[in-house]
């Protein structure tokens, strides 16, 4: 399941091996019944599907299937911990991004972000003890530096003002925090801190086969940008 670790999966297949096919059909099918209630109108095309096929020339044993079940119910997965300061904001997630076997082995692929440091270490650690007590290996690959808001920010002021200059007839922009990985905190990080905005083109479907941009709004960040630099 999954193709990328910072995006939510959009489907995922597995092949069981049971005692009894049709038993098992039946369970899948009730899973269904009870799951599909309960999901919101943007979650209502999901559908879990079962049928036979051949059997497979190599399965897991039931130690690996026991460790591996233990992982995908305890990881650290979805929203973890909404900021304190600024109500509504997500402070910490992680997302279980890809599940897959290859070369005898099953990986798996996580997702990690915060923009408080500490809590980044502690989800860390509870990666860490999980590994330890199922017996699966822990690999860190990088880490995405926390990005804090800055309320007071001046690059941020100047930017309004800039607005005001290429647009004079828009309403003053909208500022928000959102909760994403973004190249900012790893600029700042080697920067040794400093002050930062996001900034960008309007793009909808983000990370999916129905991601869009807007070239009109390209050209308009284009202006904002060298009227911004200039200032």
């Not at 925090?177 to 793009?203: Q, R, T, Y």
Request: net charge positive; with cysteine.
């Amino acid at each position: 399941g999954g193709n990328m670790r910072n995006a939510i999966p959009r489907e995922a297949t597995a092949i069981l091996s049971v005692f009894d096919r049709e038993k098992a059909i039946e369970k899948v099918k009730a899973l269904g019944a009870q799951v599909y209630p309960l999901l919101e109108k943007e979650d209502r095309g999901l559908k879990i599907r079962a049928a036979k096929c051949a059997k497979p020339q190599r399965m897991m044993t039931l130690k690996d299937t026991s460790a591996v079940l233990s992982l995908l119910a305890l990881v650290p997965n979805g929203v973890l911990g909404m900021s304190a300061s600024k109500k509504g904001l997500v402070e910490s997630s992680s997302n279980l991004g890809v599940a897959r076997t290859e070369n005898g082995k099953c990986v798996f692929s996580v997702y990690s972000r915060s923009s408080v440091e500490s809590e980044m270490d502690r989800i860390y650690l509870k990666m860490q003890r999980l590994a330890k007590v199922t017996g699966l290996e822990m690999i860190f690959l990088d880490r995405c530096p926390g990005w804090a808001f800055n309320p007071d920010s001046k690059l941020q002021k100047d930017y309004i003002a800039a607005c005001k200059k290429v647009l004079p007839d828009c309403p003053d922009p909208h500022i928000a925090a959102i909760h994403a990985g973004l190249e900012c905190g790893i600029i700042l990080e080697k920067m040794g801190g400093g002050d930062a905005i996001s900034i960008g083109p309007n793009m909808a479907n983000i990370h999916t086969p129905d991601e869009t941009l807007d070239l009109r709004s390209v050209e308009r960040t284009y202006k904002l940008l060298r009227t911004l630099v200039a200032m």
